[in-house]
């Protein structure tokens, strides 16, 4: 038995190729609202997260009011290492965190407040900028903005230790400078202390928001965002909401602006440059006419690829009938690229929906063609925000609401993925075995399409730990005075297959 089990869960587990085999997910928070949008790779290979909760227990140390600036690391087999909250009694938020170069991390996003960490509020939402240390402590803390409201969306750190931070500014006074129309494009750098050395605002007379932030090879810097404006900065829109990049160099001066997308409404997300050069950049389209071609139906996943001047070199809509979009992207190590965010759909590119909306996981080859794809997700509301892409591993982060969650209403959700090894054979022809939590302490819930007669929980050694005798789609197992360790389990479903997970028990 000890040498059959493990040579039987390797060949259950490579006959799924054509998804990517769930290594362990957890949700992260406490009994109030939490919700995840950052994540960066520290230099010691940990994840560092950042987001906003309104928790206090739990993996929330603290709350200081109203909701908080809430950052963790982990490690990587979900071991959460530290976890701080800042920010003041009132409402704040982080939309980004990077790894600065000496180890620390910058993290950015908005805050109500003006006390506690915050020592200055100009008005309203003020842009948030903080270095930390790499224990996670705070270095130094900035807000910037004016009477009314800025937020900061994408940070990129420089190599003489400051940052250009970008994201939206609605003022026209205090520390926003040359502000256009409704709200712009607002790019700010700082010195090494958290100074600004210039600001800038880009755009038209309408609402403009920058949402990703890049340094190019040639030492410039790259913004995407969204553009309503058809006037200003803008000066070739495409009619209804636009795909909008800049290029700006060091000193914060336009070298090129463009617009992308069709005549509908159509929103940028993410920016990556590739390893030729190119860029990347990512998000929703509702059009499908001008440079958008196969939309499937409501807002479709958007990609595609641009040259360095901000040309269309190709595209790719990809979703089914209802909302879906693309939230992050990153390049993969064979040359195609893994993306995340959010579907609605059960059809078109969509091979299922698990309830509500779910976190979508897409691997494109280098041409930007679909290989294969997956919902990850359960009874109601799941997002995916962030994707790393660490060499055959797969890292997402996002938030959950699901009915059997540990904690509160929402939480932060991060999963953990092994690439196929044959990205050829779709997700369509896969068989997929849910079991969540996992890592667990208490209770894990299994789920499949067919029924699952019998469950078989196996200790990583090949030792049978117990069977479970099921015979439904879903079933809830107490795990309980199980000793902590690494486990597998193998579920027989109702047509007489046998599909595998492995499966950790923690305290």
Known sequence: MKSFIPYLLLCITSCCLGQANILWEKEIGGGEDDWGYGLCLSDDGMYVFAGVTASYDEEVPDSIGGTDIWVGKMSPDSTLIWSYTYGGTSNDRANDIQKSFDGGYYFTGFTESIDVD?????????????????????????????????????VIPLDDGGVIVAGTAFSDDGDVTNHIGSADFWVIRLDADGNIIWDNCFGGNMEDRARKIIKTQDGNFVILGTAFSQDGNVSNPL?????????????????????????????????????????????????????????????????????????????????????????????????????????????????????????????????GNLLWEQSIGYDLNEIGNEILSVGEDIIIFGGIQVDH?????????????????????????????????????????????????????????GQLV???????NQF????????????????????????????????
């Open 118 to 154: 915050i020592t200055n509020n100009n008005g309203s939402k003020d842009l948030v900028i903080s270095k930390l240390y790499p224990d996670g402590t705070i270095e130094w803390l900035q807000s910037f903005g004016g009477t009314s409201d800025e937020i900061g969306n994408t």
């Open 239 to 367: 009619g209804g909401v636009d795909f909008w990049l800049i290029k700006i160099n060091i000193d914060g001066q336009l070298i090129w602006e463009r617009s992308l997308g069709g005549s509908s409404a159509d929103q940028g997300s993410d920016l990556i440059e590739t390893s030729d050069g190119n860029l990347i950049i990512t998000g929703e389209v509702l059009s499908n006419n001008g440079d958008v071609d196969g939309n499937h139906g409501l807002t479709d996943a958007w990609v595609a690829k641009l040259d360095t001047n901000g040309n269309l070199i190709w595209q790719n809509a990809l979703g089914g009938t209802m909302v879906d979009y693309f939230l992050s992207i990153k390049e993969a190590d064979d040359g195609g690229f893994v993306a995340t965010g959010n579907t609605f759909s059960d059809n078109g590119d969509v091979s299922i929906n698990l309830g509500a909306s779910d976190v979508w996981l897409v691997k494109l080859d280098a041409n």
């Open 405 to 461: 969650l540990r904690h509160g209403n929402s939480d932060a959700y991060i999963v953990k993925l092994r690439a196929p090894l044959n990205s050829i054979i779709p997700i369509h022809d896969a068989l997929q075995l849910r079991v969540f939590p996992n890592p667990s302490s208490e209770w894990i819930h299994l789920s499949h399409d067919d029924i699952i007669l019998d469950f078989q929980l196996f200790h990583s050694n």
């Open 466 to 472: 117990k069977t479970y005798s099921i015979r439904q």
């Open 476 to 507: 809830s197992l107490n795990i309980q005075g199980v000793p902590l360790g690494e486990y597998f389990g193998i579920a027989t479903l109702g047509n007489g297959q046998q599909v595998s997970i492995p499966i950790i028990i923690t305290n």
